[in-house]
Protein backbone atom coordinates (compact mmCIF):
# COMPACT_ATOMS: atom_id res chain seq x y z
CA UNK A 1 0.00 0.00 0.00
CA UNK A 2 1.27 3.36 -0.84
CA UNK A 3 -0.26 6.81 0.63
CA UNK A 4 -1.26 9.27 -2.33
CA UNK A 5 -2.82 12.68 -1.81
CA UNK A 6 -5.08 14.15 -4.98
CA UNK A 7 -5.03 17.90 -3.86
CA UNK A 8 -5.74 17.85 -0.23
CA UNK A 9 -7.60 14.16 -0.30
CA UNK A 10 -5.70 11.36 1.07
CA UNK A 11 -6.32 8.07 -0.46
CA UNK A 12 -4.83 4.52 0.52
CA UNK A 13 -3.55 2.73 -3.06
CA UNK A 14 -2.95 -0.75 -3.88
CA UNK A 15 -1.85 -2.23 -7.07
CA UNK A 16 0.72 0.84 -7.52
CA UNK A 17 2.40 0.44 -11.00
CA UNK A 18 4.56 3.93 -12.77
CA UNK A 19 6.10 4.68 -15.79
CA UNK A 20 7.69 7.96 -17.38
CA UNK A 21 4.09 9.09 -18.39
CA UNK A 22 1.73 7.77 -16.30
CA UNK A 23 0.79 5.95 -12.77
CA UNK A 24 -1.78 3.47 -12.46
CA UNK A 25 -3.29 2.04 -8.60
CA UNK A 26 -6.66 0.94 -7.14
CA UNK A 27 -8.13 2.07 -3.92
CA UNK A 28 -11.01 0.85 -1.97
CA UNK A 29 -13.98 3.13 -1.59
CA UNK A 30 -16.79 2.81 0.78
CA UNK A 31 -20.37 3.80 0.23
CA UNK A 32 -20.22 6.60 3.07
CA UNK A 33 -17.34 8.48 0.85
CA UNK A 34 -18.74 7.58 -2.75
CA UNK A 35 -20.07 10.99 -3.01
CA UNK A 36 -16.77 12.92 -2.18
CA UNK A 37 -14.66 10.74 -3.92
CA UNK A 38 -16.73 10.91 -7.23
CA UNK A 39 -16.95 14.52 -6.49
CA UNK A 40 -13.14 14.62 -6.37
CA UNK A 41 -12.77 13.02 -9.41
CA UNK A 42 -14.87 15.11 -11.62
CA UNK A 43 -12.33 17.55 -10.87
CA UNK A 44 -10.22 15.22 -13.66
CA UNK A 45 -6.52 17.27 -12.96
CA UNK A 46 -5.16 16.77 -9.45
CA UNK A 47 -2.09 18.03 -7.53
CA UNK A 48 -0.41 14.40 -7.00
CA UNK A 49 1.41 13.66 -4.18
CA UNK A 50 3.13 11.12 -3.18
CA UNK A 51 4.31 11.64 0.77
CA UNK A 52 6.72 8.78 1.27
CA UNK A 53 8.90 9.48 -1.70
CA UNK A 54 8.42 13.08 -1.02
CA UNK A 55 7.50 14.35 -4.84
CA UNK A 56 4.55 15.26 -6.76
CA UNK A 57 3.61 16.42 -10.04
CA UNK A 58 0.72 17.35 -11.92
CA UNK A 59 -1.67 14.67 -13.26
CA UNK A 60 -5.20 14.04 -14.90
CA UNK A 61 -7.02 11.15 -15.31
CA UNK A 62 -7.03 8.69 -18.61
CA UNK A 63 -8.76 6.01 -17.39
CA UNK A 64 -11.10 5.55 -14.56
CA UNK A 65 -13.40 2.60 -13.32
CA UNK A 66 -14.86 1.05 -10.17
CA UNK A 67 -16.02 -2.53 -9.82
CA UNK A 68 -19.83 -1.42 -8.37
CA UNK A 69 -22.07 1.19 -9.40
CA UNK A 70 -24.51 0.93 -6.23
CA UNK A 71 -21.89 2.34 -3.79
CA UNK A 72 -25.24 4.37 -2.69
CA UNK A 73 -26.78 1.74 -0.71
CA UNK A 74 -25.40 1.63 2.43
CA UNK A 75 -22.18 -0.53 3.85
CA UNK A 76 -21.04 -1.75 0.40
CA UNK A 77 -17.42 -1.20 -0.52
CA UNK A 78 -15.95 -0.80 -4.36
CA UNK A 79 -13.07 -0.32 -5.81
CA UNK A 80 -11.57 2.11 -8.11
CA UNK A 81 -9.36 2.06 -10.43
CA UNK A 82 -7.49 5.01 -11.75
CA UNK A 83 -4.92 5.98 -13.78
CA UNK A 84 -3.11 9.62 -14.06
CA UNK A 85 -1.15 10.90 -17.00
CA UNK A 86 2.13 12.96 -15.54
CA UNK A 87 1.82 16.34 -16.16
CA UNK A 88 4.93 18.37 -16.17
CA UNK A 89 8.19 17.68 -14.35
CA UNK A 90 8.16 15.31 -11.20
CA UNK A 91 9.10 17.32 -8.26
CA UNK A 92 10.40 17.20 -4.50
CA UNK A 93 7.57 17.78 -2.08
Known amino acids: MIH ?3 DD ?6 DWTEDDQSIH ?3 QVHSNDYHAV ?5 RQRFLVTIPD ?5 NGSIINYSTSITNLYEPD ?4 FSLTLQKEGDVHEA
Not at 53 to 57: D, L
Request: glycine letters at 4%.
Open 25 to 27: FTF
Open 4 to 6: IML
Open 76 to 79: QVGT
Open 53 to 57: QNRSF
Open 9 to 14: NHIEAM
Open 38 to 42: TTLLY
